[in-house]
């Protein structure tokens, strides 16, 4: 599969703290989770996510995960109309912690995707509701994580396909942090757990479902579908 990895890039160059969990940035544990002889990896920042190299990139992508916080509002509306367009052809995405806010995971779901955050270093319970489902293969029953930003209800997303976990943080909140949708051709899985303070992307479990994520949502081989005038099969 040709993987893209869109990672904002701001906070691992602009925060002693980030930069000290993620020194080569969050992109970089991304790819080494996902790097294997069968798939290629790239990288696109959103300081180079406009040039014609990164277009050619993204229209060759097959599945697209996307990590953004600081400046999702600097994201051209072009491209993310070009990735719109192969979401709903068939490219297959993974939306990230608070990607949930990024301009393309609100268009393909056609609401705010708002909702209760804090940040203060948490426990995060993540219990799994869907142990069959192909993401969670290998997934215990549940997954604690030290210390997470805290995202709760009520998470503004149109109604999932799947959800298949739910997280309680220590505070009292919970959330549907694991969440499928379909979007034309496309699949979609939203991931909530990610902070960029903490080394959630280390975590074996986290790279394990992000690992059965991106299989899942890769493009299924097309069928051609009929649209416009038809003659009739039948004498009317």
């Not at 609100?106 to 993540?126: I, N, V, Y």
């Not at 499928?180 to 909530?192: C, E």
Request: net charge negative; proline share 5%; hydrophobic share 40%.
């Amino acid at each position: 599969m040709n993987i893209t990895i869109y990672n904002e890039f701001i906070h691992e160059q602009t925060q002693a703290a980030v930069k000290a969990v993620y020194p080569e940035g969050i992109h970089a544990v991304l790819a080494e989770m996902l790097g294997n002889e069968n798939n290629t990896i790239s990288v696109v920042t959103l300081e180079n996510h406009d040039t014609e190299a990164s277009r050619e990139i993204l229209k060759n992508t097959d599945v697209l995960l996307w990590w953004g916080h600081l400046a999702h509002d600097k994201v051209s509306d072009d491209i993310v109309t070009m990735l719109q367009n192969q979401v709903l052809k068939g490219m297959g995405l993974v939306v990230l912690h608070s990607g949930h806010m990024s301009k393309l995971f609100m268009r393909l779901m056609g609401t705010s995707c708002d909702l209760k955050w804090r940040e203060a270093g948490e426990k995060e319970r993540l219990w799994v509701l869907d142990p069959i489902h192909p993401i969670m293969r290998g997934v215990p029953e549940y997954i604690e994580l030290e210390n997470e930003e805290m995202y709760g209800e009520f998470f503004d997303i149109p109604k999932p396909d799947d959800v298949l976990m739910v997280s309680w943080f220590t505070g009292g909140e919970v959330f549907r942090s694991a969440c499928t949708f379909t979007r034309g051709h496309g699949k979609i899985f939203y991931f909530r757990p990610g902070h960029e303070t903490y080394p959630t992307y280390y975590d074996p479990h986290i790279q394990s479902i992000i690992r059965n994520g991106v299989e899942w949502v890769a493009p299924a081989p097309k069928i051609n579908r009929a649209f416009g005038n038809r003659q009739a099969l039948e004498v009317i």
